[in-house]
């Protein structure tokens, strides 16, 4: 008998679609030219590259020649702050960013300090937003950039991201945002809220591993990570991932045409799941805000149960499930973005995140959570405190 298969850790990597697949085919073994080239292989290559450009580009609102392509969203926000930083440390030494970045925003940062920045680390409040008043009040005479994600990818909640973008801006200060968990996810405009810089990523889009791309503004001088030749407007040397590239480009345009109804089925589907867990299962906790979060995302701490425990028990019935970002999970240690927003030690390791896709339905949901509440029934009667606390009631 098949086992039932259901993925809902889509935030760790989504399946490609097939048109995604389709659209690279070609560019694996007939159009292989260096689209440096100024032959016809090369020239059909660098054709491809332009459209897939003006595809992502699309998906931001940004301008074709304002996407530079990358490898990662990690590589995307090293070449935005270490970009950035160096090439405008004459102007200042301060950056200003959250406690819920990913590590991709936060490490740099660490080792931009041992290179002589400043760096303001602004809090954030129970569901995980910034008060507008503290940036404003953070931003100084040597400030040089703002980085703050658009959209944590753990705990969903979504920052109001135009008007912090307003306040660095307006103080002549560059604003970069970590969009990775939101493009394709909710309505971007760069030219409209004004952004400098913005990180997006293929695999949150059903689009390959091993595409990326930053946005960067016109007029913002960056110091390029890798030298070498002049692709990507020098700013990211080496012979582009043509193959990546153009299902980067697919997965934006795919994404773009379908966010309306994609949105209104997973957050649907979202919230059938989370009512269906707090009207079964007692004990649960939601981390992130209630409202303003991804449509496809959502966060629950198990109280009196391991988090790890628990995603061994949903692996076992065939449900993929993550304890948070796929970067701190291997750390079997509390999420720097749960301890950011308060959540207890112990509420924070019985934490899981459910980030949805497009293979995700509402037939799923009665499946996910009989099993979800057999795993906590099982682990809580072998847990100590438990006990402990039934006692107590």
Not at 56 to 76: H, K, R
């Amino acid at each position: 008998m098949k086992m039932t298969i259901i993925n809902m850790d889509n935030m760790a990597g989504s399946h490609l679609d097939e048109k995604v697949i389709a659209s690279m085919e070609p560019y694996f073994s007939f159009h292989y030219g260096n689209p440096s080239s100024s032959h016809d292989l090369g020239i059909a290559t660098g054709k491809a590259l332009n459209e897939a450009r003006e595809k992502v580009a699309g998906l931001i609102s940004a301008d074709a020649d304002d996407i530079i392509f990358t490898s990662s969203a990690t590589e995307s926000n090293n070449l935005a702050l270490k970009g950035l930083a160096m090439a405008g440390r004459k102007k200042g030494n301060h950056i200003v960013t959250s406690a819920t970045e990913h590590f991709s925003i936060l490490n740099p940062l660490k080792t931009l300090q041992k290179e002589g920045f400043t760096v303001t680390i602004l809090p954030v409040d129970n569901y995980g937003l910034i008060d507008p008043i503290a940036l404003d009040k953070a931003i100084n005479d040597h400030t040089i950039l703002v980085s703050i994600q658009t959209a944590n990818p753990e705990i969903g909640t979504i920052q109001t991201i135009d008007e912090l973008a307003a306040i660095a801006i307006e103080r002549g200060v560059p604003f970069h945002t970590d969009a990775t968990a939101a493009a394709g996810w909710m309505p971007i405009d760069v030219k409209k809220t004004k952004i400098s810089l913005l990180t997006l990523a293929g695999d949150q889009l059903n689009g390959p591993r091993g595409s990326a791309a930053l946005y960067v503004k016109a007029g913002h001088r960056l110091q390029p990570l890798l030298e070498g030749g002049i692709q990507e407007r020098g700013l990211r040397s080496g012979t582009e991932n043509v193959p990546a590239i153009v299902g980067f480009g697919e997965a934006a345009h795919l994404a773009q045409q379908s966010i309306h109804e994609r949105v209104k089925k997973m957050a649907s589907v979202r919230d059938n799941l989370k009512e269906s867990f707090f009207s079964e299962i007692p004990y649960l906790h939601i981390n992130g805000h209630p409202e303003k979060r991804l449509p496809n995302n959502l966060n629950i701490s198990v109280q009196f149960v391991e988090g790890e425990a628990l995603l061994m028990r949903l692996n076992m019935a065939g449900i993929y499930v993550s304890s948070g970002s796929s970067c701190t999970s291997q750390a079997l240690k509390a999420s720097h973005v749960l301890t950011a927003i308060g959540v207890p030690p112990e509420l924070a390791q019985g934490s899981l995140l459910f980030t949805l896709g497009v293979g995700n339905s509402l037939e799923e949901v009665p499946y996910v959570t009989a099993e979800l509440s057999k795993a906590a029934e099982l682990l809580r009667n072998m847990s100590p405190l438990y006990q402990q606390f039934k006692k107590g009631e």
